[in-house]
């Protein structure tokens, strides 16, 4: 099922997959979040100040490299032996795209890595095409992750595709 095969988001201001209210998280820690900080002007921004909170770098992938890929999300280890990411986004992609592209690496690899670990060439690769949001997985916690940063979009979830070879 595609998108664009969806015709209700949202049940009043409750995700239609899960029933968890939809709203702005900002503002509901103890703590001030970095969703809050006022020099992040748009989603995508807020989306790369989380990422960079729980050690995933977001890096652009040149679009002649990046191909049919939206993005692809590696894992890897760092010198202290602790895990961490890169989500590389194409950077031919428009604004809402890359928005939702850097949710749904950021989300694979939070909710996924050891699955990412085991793909061949050692990272997983995701198509520029959404899929619908229709049941609890990485795409749906991406949704949920872009809506909190300010982006409103039916869905975050794509097709995870083969690597291409070297």
Known sequence: MTVENISEDFNGDVCR??????GNLSG????????????LTTPAARLRAVAAKV?????????????????AVITGFDEKGELHG??????DLDDGLRTDAIAFGLATFVSEPERIMAAPEGFLVFSRDRLADTEPGPG???RHMAFS?????RS???EIMDAPNP
């Open 17 to 22: 997959v899960c029933r968890v209210p939809m």
């Open 28 to 39: 509901h820690a103890h703590e001030e979040s970095v969703i809050d900080d006022p020099t």
């Open 55 to 71: 050690g995933v770098d977001v890096i652009d992938a040149p679009g002649e490299i990046a191909g049919d890929a939206a993005g």
């Open 86 to 91: 890169i989500v590389a986004v194409a950077e």
């Open 140 to 142: 749906h916690l991406a």
């Open 149 to 153: 940063c300010g982006r409103e979009t």
């Open 156 to 158: 975050a979830t794509f």
